[in-house]
């Protein structure tokens, strides 16, 4: 089998070639498997050893082989019917199928090899076995091809009757010398089809349809002697003729033509004559062996071709009987000599001199070659001779059709260029900052034909989605993970010319689809060129909280982490603890969470209680102290005004009037009025002064808190520091007793959040009022005998600290207590001085105090104890100030104490007021500028007395 395989016909690696051979019938697709996959073509006749072949081909043009629906050799006197055996063997069978082409393998075109065609036609135009061209109007009949196997004579007619410049070829005959065999074929001028006759008798025409076998069923003349007709060509093959051709063609038209196909020129000699016989160094042949150069005149030439025309009627081959009662004197005795325009080609206007200008331009635009644009010398006679624009419409139609089909067995297919390693290697890393790549092919492929109608088809199992080629050859690839769904084994840079020849580029790829792109990427070495390798994908080794393949999966942090109640967050961030926060009311990392003690000292939050504070757990209730209500915030505390409410109830017959506190409420003696023991009732003391100043003692701060003023400032503790300051001052020269109204809290540093816990040392000052006898004894006077009994008291008791209010926050060093009637009377945290009332009696405060106050806290009190009356008090104060302000008045009928204040920054003001009873109005106004201290004093004193309206 495979020695016939070697002796079939090779098959054209194009299918744009066989189709041009009549010796193969196209079979359609009845010969693959899937339909719309191509055509195949099967040789009419067997060779001489009894096989035909089979060529196959895909939709693009180009041979299949094997069993991917390969073609085949089909013997010709086998007892079975071969195409039935592949049809069994690779329907479904794929190892049937292979082994069907192990026995009868597919030709893959290594054998073929560019045919060579001689093609003569036209008025005609003869070519010869080996190339050379050249006009010839002979009348006659000539010896056109004369080998030792086959003789070709050719009949040449006048195109037009009367113009001798312009002959055709008629008839041609063929004699077979071993097998005495002649064939004749003559063009109709009426049908222009070509009639073929064997011993007289017609066989068919060029007009046959369909085309194939000049006799049906298909039975070679003489046995040897294949005729095709159909397409208006006519086909001879076998005997003789394939000893230096494959085959010839005869083509039907106004004109008939002859053309020479797959010429074996290694088999041509010198044995090979006439007409269209070779040539020996660049020369014609005559028949008397004489030579005339191929570049002579049109003259000489054509006296070569008459040596070549019959000399008897016994030299001729022509059956006469076929010619409608010509015979052979009719041909051969009339040679006549046509002019010779070759030599008016390079002028046209002389060439045509009998023809207009536009006519003239007309034929110059008609006859130039397509493939070079130049002037077509033949189109040009054509016309010339015989006068008619069609000849040389037909002259280029054969031309063109030449053209093209030199162009089809000729071309060469195209080629890659060496820089085209310089985009060999694609790095596919879909998760980077390069998600694509764009590569212009044009630029690296080319054609020896022509480089324009290149297309590039991408040959991959990259998703058609991610990629795209435009006409002109730019292939973009958008990098995507579809990659991961496939699996990549080639990326084929394949490009086609116009005739579908082909070259393939194997790309190198390598891939990189882990979901972090190089970071995860291992294994990922340089791509080798010279491995038969192209597609490395790397190994991917996970981020910490990510699995799969391609890192593609996110771990859920949850299963690996437990949280406090199972609040965890499965979309955390890799690395980021996935345990929500604590819910509120807990603390700590979420995976522990513990119970906050809002109750705790420590606890700075805005939500703090003001007092009293209940821990529960992921929670906490506040309360309040006695003679404070819990505000609707539900952590701060508001005082109770025990007097407004009705619930602290003084005895105005006992001479005692209610004075709220914060926190509480005090039933104080009216003016005049002192109480001299703790429990005792008010007694009348007669006329006197009141005093108010204040007393500083330095204090150990055990443990602070925010409302320490709250837990200092109790009644219990102003009756016990009336108690201590009436110790000291009892004894001196008219004083008749004190009143503590406040006590408040000042920290000599300014801690902030829990270094608040730090805190060690301030002082307590101590808001009184002193009763004194003698109403005209003058401010400074009281306070310093108040201040030297409180010195003399010190000198006689060596006490030094006393526990006071809860002994666990301050403790006294009642050593450095010093009086100061100068002093403020309140912080800006700390309530005014208490409001003393009788009934029908109102009294207003109003305090602006400017901002960033640092050390320097400012005062404004008003105290009205006045039936129908109303005092008001404004003090303004700068940065950086102090301002005492105090008003206490006492008088019938509406009178009013104003006392205004304004301060400027870093000043320091002292209002003191000592108060009586009396019925005129009195007014203090004091003014400081920067760096400036002053002090006002006004004492008011009456002669009149207060009791229950």
Not at 100 to 125: H, K, L, N, Q, W
Not at 260 to 268: A, P
Not at 326 to 354: M, Q, W
Request: charged share 20%; net charge negative; proline share 4%.
């Amino acid at each position: 089998m495979t020695s016939l395989i070697d002796k079939a016909a090779p098959c054209p690696c194009q299918e744009k070639i066989i189709s041009t051979y009549y010796t193969f019938r196209q079979t359609g697709n009845e010969n693959l498997n899937n339909t719309g996959t191509g055509s195949c073509y099967q040789e009419w006749f067997p060779n001489e050893d009894g096989v035909k072949q089979m060529c196959c081909y895909r939709m693009d043009g180009t041979l299949r082989t094997g069993s991917n629906n390969g073609g085949y050799i089909v013997p010709n006197n086998t007892p079975y019917n071969i195409t039935d055996v592949h049809s069994n063997c690779c329907r479904g069978d794929h190892v049937l199928c292979e082994q069907f082409y192990e026995m009868i393998p597919s030709d893959d075109c290594s054998r073929y090899t560019t045919p060579v065609s001689a093609r003569s036609y036209g008025d005609p135009t003869i070519t010869t076995l080996d190339g050379h061209s050249y006009s010839f109007n002979g009348h006659g009949e000539y010896v056109f091809l004369k080998t030792n196997d086959i003789e070709i004579q050719a009949r040449t007619e006048y195109v037009t009757k009367g113009n001798k410049d312009a002959t055709m070829f008629t008839a041609f005959v063929f004699h077979i010398n071993k097998k005495n065999i002649s064939i004749e074929a003559h063009l109709n001028l009426s049908t222009k089809a070509i009639q073929v006759y064997n011993n007289g008798i017609l066989l068919c025409n060029s007009s046959k349809t369909p085309n194939g076998p000049c006799t049906m069923p298909p039975a070679p003349i003489g046995g040897c002697l294949m005729i095709f007709a159909g397409d208006n060509t006519i086909g001879i093959s076998g005997c003789g003729i394939n000893t230096f051709t494959k085959s010839i063609t005869l083509t039907a038209g106004e004109m008939m033509d002859i053309t020479f196909d797959g010429i074996k020129t290694e088999k041509l000699d010198n044995t090979t004559q006439g007409l269209a016989g070779v040539t020996a160094n660049n020369y014609y042949i005559s028949r008397n062996d004489s030579k005339t150069p191929v570049n002579a005149s049109a003259s000489h030439i054509f006296d070569f071709g008459e040596t070549w025309a019959l000399q008897n009627s016994s030299e001729s081959l022509f059956d006469y009987s076929l010619t409608g009662g010509h015979i052979y004197s009719t041909y051969n005795l009339n040679h006549t000599r046509p002019r010779f325009l070759e030599d008016l080609v390079g002028n046209l206007t002389a060439l045509f001199k009998n023809f207009t200008e536009a006519n003239i331009t007309k034929f110059d635009a008609t006859c130039r070659n397509y493939w070079d644009n130049e002037s077509n010398t033949e189109c040009l006679l054509a016309i010339a001779r015989n006068h008619d624009y069609n000849f040389g419409v037909n002259v280029m139609k054969i031309a063109n059709e030449t053209r093209r089909l030199y162009e089809i067995t000729h071309n060469t297919p195209p080629f890659f260029y060496k820089n085209m390693s310089d985009i060999s290697v694609i790095d596919v890393i879909p998760n980077s900052n390069k998600t694509s790549i764009t590569i212009d092919l044009s630029k690296y492929a080319s054609d020896n034909e022509s480089k324009s109608g290149l297309r590039f088809i991408i040959d991959s199992e990259i998703p058609a989605s991610d990629y795209s080629i435009s006409a002109e050859g730019v292939f973009n690839w958008n990098f995507t993970d579809e990659l991961r769904n496939i699996t990549l084994t080639k990326l084929k840079i394949n490009v086609y010319d116009t005739y579908n020849k082909s070259a393939q580029y194997n790309m190198f790829v390598r891939y990189c689809g882990c979901e972090h792109g190089m970071a995860e990427c291992t294994d990922f070495p340089e791509a080798d060129t010279n491995s038969t390798k192209h597609i490395i994908t790397a190994t991917c080794y996970c981020e910490k909280g990510y699995e799969g393949t391609y890192c593609e999966n996110r771990m859920d942090p949850c299963l690996k982490t437990k949280c406090y109640e199972d609040r965890c967050n499965s979309s955390a961030s890799v690395g980021e603890n996935p345990c929500l926060p604590c819910p509120h009311g807990y603390e700590g990392d979420g995976t522990i969470c513990s119970d906050i003690d809002e109750c705790d000292p420590s606890y700075e939050d805005i939500d703090k209680c003001d007092q009293m504070c209940s821990n529960t757990e992921g929670s906490f209730n506040c309360s309040c102290k006695n003679g404070y209500r819990l505000n609707n915030n539900n952590h701060t505390c508001d005082d109770i005004d025990e007097c407004k409410e009705g619930t602290k109830i003084c005895s105005e017959i006992h001479h005692e009037v209610c004075v709220n506190n914060i926190g509480n409420a005090v039933c104080n003696c009216m003016p005049n009025y002192l109480r001299k023991t703790e429990k005792g009732s008010c007694e009348e003391i007669g006329d006197a002064a009141m005093f108010v100043g204040t007393i500083s003692i330095q204090i150990t701060i055990t443990k602070y808190t925010n409302d320490i003023n709250k837990t200092v400032d109790t009644e219990e503790n102003r009756k016990q520091m009336e108690v201590t300051l009436d110790e000291r001052f009892k004894g001196t020269p008219g004083y008749l007793g004190v009143e503590v109204f406040k006590l408040s809290v000042v920290i000599t540093n300014s801690p902030t959040g829990r270094k608040k816990r730090e805190v060690k040392s301030g002082k307590l000052d101590v808001d009184y009022l002193v009763k004194w006898r003698n109403i005209s004894y003058g401010t400074e006077n009281v306070f310093k005998d108040l201040e030297g009994s409180s010195s003399r008291y010190n000198a006689n008791h060596t006490t030094e600290e006393k526990p006071f209010g809860l002994a666990d926050v301050v403790t006294l060093n009642l050593k450095t207590i010093r009086l100061e009637p100068n002093n403020v009377l309140c912080s800006n945290n700390s309530p005014t001085v208490p409001t003393t009332q009788t009934k029908s009696t109102k009294s207003t405060t109003a305090a602006t105090i400017a901002p960033n106050i640092t050390s320097r806290p400012t005062t404004t009190t008003t105290s009205t104890i006045t039936p129908n009356s109303s005092t008001t008090t404004t003090t303004t104060t700068a940065p950086n100030s102090s301002s005492t302000t105090t008003t206490i008045t006492t008088a019938p009928n509406s009178s009013t104490t104003t006392t205004t204040t304004t301060t400027t920054p870093n000043s320091t003001v002292t209002t003191t007021t000592a108060i009586t009873t009396s019925s005129k109005s009195t007014t203090t106004t004091t003014t400081t500028t920067s760096n400036a201290t002053t002090t006002t004093t006004t004492t008011i004193t009456t002669n009149s007395s207060i009791g229950p309206s």
